[in-house]
């Protein structure tokens, strides 16, 4: 049998915020492929402005629907939601099952006026239209059956309902810890108008504070998510008390946060006949991870987790605080819920005993021979002039929605400042806290600490200057990206009349920046021998379970010196301005900061922990979430975070840095330097064919995406050149380059001095990026140069580039060598995407982005 499922979102992709209705779209196809139907999954095109991949199963309206319905050819159609029913085309003989899992019409009774009197007559005509239906417990079944009768269909032999539960999306991950020295609770959620779970949140968070430090309660929440875009609003909280509020997170990392740090699930609001009838999505998350459930008692879930003591049901907050007495007070009891919720999701839950009804129902309704039009065909369809009110009224419904978003917006702003207010307050009444121990050394020490706290800082007084920049050690030659930015962009600054000082893990030199120029300056020789050697520092800073090309960035946590020497080079510069490239390195601005006051910005080249785990499949998740708490953390001590891309931008939003913090200033390139350089005659030094097409990359070659992206070159796209019969080579700039490579079209320059008079040599730039985080600074300068550039969409990622102007971006091979090929052939077409690429660029010199610095500088 073949089933045509109608879904309002794409496929679910774990790495975004998901709706629960993708949830039990996933689930559902899954189980019902297991049974040996084949399900074919189609979707509405977002009307909201999200941007989705193209697909040929995506539909925008009725007539493409009807295409994609003759083409599929389905014997049944499941619609995910029954607004979708109205797309289908008249006269469809297949049967139509309806899911009616969220009790709509309940919820809009707590939203305006105009979305009952709109969404009910479309309902009904929808359930008119349907043959069958789904719903995920008995309750539902119950309050389904008015509707079915006020749209035409006749119950009295029994209605055709398919009871499907929730199930999980996946196997179970295995069993979470049990708890240590600390318990997680969980809880969270879209802030919808008929969950009113606040006073019971309050209530749990009151119970936890009789258990400083033993407990935590972490909740996730935000407005209701689009289809592929994360949230932009943050709601910040302090990460270390016994509370803390998130926005949503990606699937994947709210799935690995359940596994690898939460233990118990709260699923508790007010009573209200919405509650009553639903079934939370959030209950069945918590229960596929292996978590027990705190739930109210009146919840249609209550009565299987009370069967299977898979939990604990509450009837009001007292009930509450003695539950979350007794889990923090006795975790032997947490391990005996936990191993019946393993029970529960093995049972009741188990995909292949859920979905069975539906499948019954689908053998039914397919071997039933009358193909007559179903009972709703009773209910009379809305007059024309009905239709136009219809119409109007959905308009108008909109609009308010539109509203709504907005007011949503305002109160989560409102939200976030109250939320500061309070870890400010938090913050203060620490300070005066009276020390554990009242001796006259302790009491002594605190008066210290608090005198030289607030003792004026000599940087604090006067508005920003001159600046430290505190980064990696691999600045000298720029042949590679992070090199160029660093020295760029300290160069650009030193021409805005202030002095730049650059400190790395060098203990011998510094360098100074002043009037565009970059001159060695050397420490004094007692300043060299503070801190580790590098032999034994390798060993045990945090970062050393990490490969080599990420381990050195972390570097500064257990290397004194650092501080030592960032503090001597402020001083000598009497800089108020630290700047840390990449975040470990904001440390010692931090402490340069505590001394001698001032700013501290932090320059985020990449999201790291993202970039590392995207590289590293061994990474743990405790090493993951180690590296993201620190950089977060880091991000929000620094009075500003300079992102080079938005995607970065938002992404660091979305976990937890503060607004107002983030910036964006892009990447940038030396037009002046390019334009200055004539290409290098590259055929006649490698006795290469005039004719021989020349495709350029570069990159520093122990940075595995880049090796990786080379491979791609030799091992797909010089093939298929060759294939076609094109004379091709590639050129490989940049520094580490291996020392055995297999494709003898491939020639390796090492190190240069100035990549521009390579690059000027090519005909086009390739960039078959497949991972790596960040912008491509090499997009840039291919663009500078007036080379042509065919691309991944990894590889143009965080660069706004119109695929077709300024770059051609494909991710298959075939239609990467096509693009080459194209551009071989058309000298004309070259010329055009370079002078697009090139007024691309303009606004990106590096002395126009060093102005956009000192103007955020001035800001602080």
């Known amino acids: 049998m073949k089933v045509l499922y109608l879904t309002l979102e794409p496929p679910m992709d774990p790495a975004l915020v998901v709706r629960g209705n993708a949830i039990r779209a996933s689930g559902l196809i899954a189980a019902l492929r297991a049974t040996g139907l084949d399900v074919v999954q189609a979707w509405r095109a977002p009307d909201d402005g999200s941007r989705v991949p193209a697909s040929a199963w995506m539909y925008e309206n009725a007539s493409e629907l009807a295409a994609l319905v003759e083409a599929a050819a389905p014997d049944a159609v499941i619609a995910a939601y029954w607004n979708l029913v109205p797309d289908l085309p008249p006269g469809l003989e297949a049967?139509?099952?309806?899911?009616?899992?969220?009790?709509?019409?309940?919820?809009?009774?707590?939203?305006?006026?105009?979305?009952?009197?709109?969404?009910?007559?479309?309902?009904?005509?929808a359930l008119g239209r349907a043959r069958g239906f789904i719903v995920a417990n008995a309750r539902q079944e119950h309050f389904l059956i008015p509707y079915l009768?006020?749209?035409?269909?006749?119950?009295?032999?029994?209605?055709?309902?398919?009871?499907?539960?929730?199930?999980?999306?996946?196997?179970?991950?295995?069993?979470?810890?049990?708890?240590?020295?600390?318990?997680?609770?969980?809880?969270?959620?879209?802030?919808?108008?008929?969950?009113?779970?606040?006073?019971?949140?309050?209530?749990?968070?009151?119970?936890?504070?009789?258990?400083?430090?033993?407990?935590?309660?972490?909740?996730?929440?935000?407005?209701?998510?689009?289809?592929?875009?994360?949230?932009?609003?943050?709601?910040?909280?302090?990460?270390?008390?016994?509370?803390?509020?998130?926005a949503l997170a990606s699937y994947r990392d709210y799935s690995r946060f359940l596994s690898q740090a939460a233990h118990v699930g709260l699923e508790l609001a007010d009573e209200n006949v919405e509650r009553y009838f639903s079934q939370s999505f959030r209950v069945v998350d918590y229960l596929s991870h292996g978590l027990p459930v705190v739930c109210n008692r009146y919840l249609a879930v209550a009565e299987s987790i009370d069967a299977y003591d898979a939990g604990w049901t509450v009837s009001d907050t007292a009930e509450l605080r003695k539950a979350m007495d007794e889990i923090v007070s006795a975790p032997g009891c947490w391990r005996a819920k936990h191993a019946n919720v393993l029970k529960l999701v093995d049972g009741e839950m188990a995909a292949g005993d859920a979905v069975r009804p539906l499948v019954d129902l689908l053998d039914a309704l397919v071997e039933t021979a009358d193909r007559s039009p179903p009972a709703g065909g009773a209910f009379t369809s809305l007059p024309e002039h009905g239709r136009a009110e219809l119409e109007r009224l959905r308009g108008e419904n909109a609009r308010m929605a539109e509203?709504?978003?907005?007011?949503?917006?305002?109160?989560?702003?409102?939200?976030?400042?109250?939320?500061?207010?309070?870890?400010?307050?938090?913050?203060?009444?620490?300070?005066?806290?009276?020390?554990?121990?009242?001796?006259?050394?302790?009491?002594?020490r605190e008066a210290r600490r608090g005198a030289v706290r607030r003792l004026p800082k000599p940087a604090d007084a006067r508005p920003p200057g001159n600046v430290l920049v505190v980064t990696r050690s691999d600045l000298f030659p720029t042949d590679h990206g992070a090199a160029v930015k660093i020295v760029e962009t300290a160069r650009g600054l030193s021409r805005n009349?202030?002095?730049?000082?650059?400190?790395?893990?060098?203990?011998?030199?510094?360098?100074?920046?002043?009037?565009?120029?970059?001159?060695?300056?050397?420490y004094p020789r007692w300043l060299s021998l503070i801190g580790w050697p590098s032999a034994i520092r390798a060993r045990i800073h945090p970062g050393g379970g990490l490969d080599v090309p990420n381990a050195f960035l972390y570097q500064p946590l257990v290397d004194a010196g650092y501080t030592w020497r960032a503090l001597y080079v402020a001083r000598k510069l009497?800089?108020?301005?630290?700047?840390?490239?990449?975040?470990?390195?904001?440390q010692p601005c931090l402490r340069v900061r505590s001394v001698r006051g001032g700013r501290v910005v932090l320059v985020e080249h990449n999201v790291e922990y993202e970039r590392i785990r995207e590289q590293n499949p061994d990474l743990t998740d405790e090493q993951y979430w180690l590296l993201k708490e620190f950089e977060i953390g880091l991000c929000n001590l620094s009075d500003a975070v300079v992102c080079v891309s938005e995607d970065d931008r938002r992404r660091l939003a979305a976990d937890g840095v503060g607004e107002h913090r983030l910036h964006r200033i892009p990447h940038g390139v030396d037009l002046a330097g390019s334009d200055a350089v004539a290409p290098r005659d590259i055929r006649t030094e490698l006795g290469w064919d005039p004719a021989t097409l020349i495709l350029v990359y570069h990159g520093t070659y122990d940075y595995p995406p880049n090796l990786e992206a080379v491979k791609a070159c030799a091992e797909e796209v010089l093939p298929e050149l060759d294939r076609r019969?094109?004379?091709?080579?590639?050129?490989?700039?940049?520094?580490?380059?291996?020392?055995?490579?297999?494709?003898?079209?491939?020639?390796?320059?090492?190190?240069?001095?100035?990549?521009?008079?390579?690059?000027?040599?090519?005909?086009?730039?390739?960039?078959p990026l497949l991972q790596g985080g960040g912008t491509r600074m090499k997009i840039i300068d291919y663009f500078a140069c007036g080379v042509p550039v065919v691309s991944t969409r990894k590889g143009v990622e965080g660069i706004p580039v119109e695929?077709?102007?300024?770059?051609?971006?494909?991710?298959?091979?075939?239609?990467?060598c096509d693009r080459v090929e194209e551009l071989a052939a058309d000298p004309g077409r070259r010329r055009a995407m370079a002078t697009a690429a090139r007024a691309f660029v303009e606004p990106l010199d590096w002395n126009t982005l060093a102005a956009r610095y000192v103007e955020l500088f001035e800001a602080l």
Do not use: C
């Open 574 to 586: 009497d800089a108020n301005v630290y700047q840390a490239e990449f975040p470990a390195f904001a």
């Open 95 to 125: 049967p139509v099952i309806v899911d009616f899992i969220a009790p709509r019409p309940l919820e809009a009774l707590y939203e305006d006026t105009g979305t009952r009197d709109t969404e009910t007559p479309a309902l009904l005509e």
């Open 803 to 816: 695929a077709g102007r300024e770059a051609f971006v494909e991710d298959e091979w075939g239609a990467f």
């Open 149 to 246: 009768l006020m749209a035409g269909h006749d119950p009295r032999p029994r209605a055709a309902v398919a009871r499907v539960p929730l199930m999980p999306l996946r196997p179970l991950p295995g069993p979470a810890e049990a708890p240590g020295d600390r318990i997680t609770f969980v809880a969270g959620g879209v802030e919808w108008p008929w969950r009113g779970h606040r006073r019971w949140l309050d209530a749990a968070a009151d119970a936890l504070d009789g258990h400083a430090g033993a407990a935590r309660l972490i909740e996730f929440g935000g407005g209701y998510p689009r289809i592929v875009q994360r949230p932009d609003a943050v709601l910040d909280a302090p990460r270390d008390t016994s509370r803390s509020r998130l």
């Open 497 to 522: 009349g202030r002095d730049v000082g650059i400190v790395t893990d060098r203990r011998d030199v510094w360098w100074h920046g002043r009037g565009g120029a970059i001159r060695t300056r050397r």
């Open 403 to 444: 509203a709504r978003v907005a007011q949503q917006r305002a109160m989560d702003d409102l939200r976030r400042q109250v939320q500061e207010l309070w870890e400010r307050n938090r913050q203060l009444s620490g300070r005066i806290r009276k020390p554990r121990r009242l001796s006259a050394a302790a009491v002594f």
């Open 725 to 767: 019969g094109l004379d091709v080579r590639l050129l490989a700039i940049g520094n580490h380059p291996p020392a055995e490579f297999p494709h003898p079209r491939v020639h390796f320059s090492g190190s240069a001095a100035s990549i521009f008079e390579w690059v000027k040599a090519a005909d086009v730039a390739v960039v």
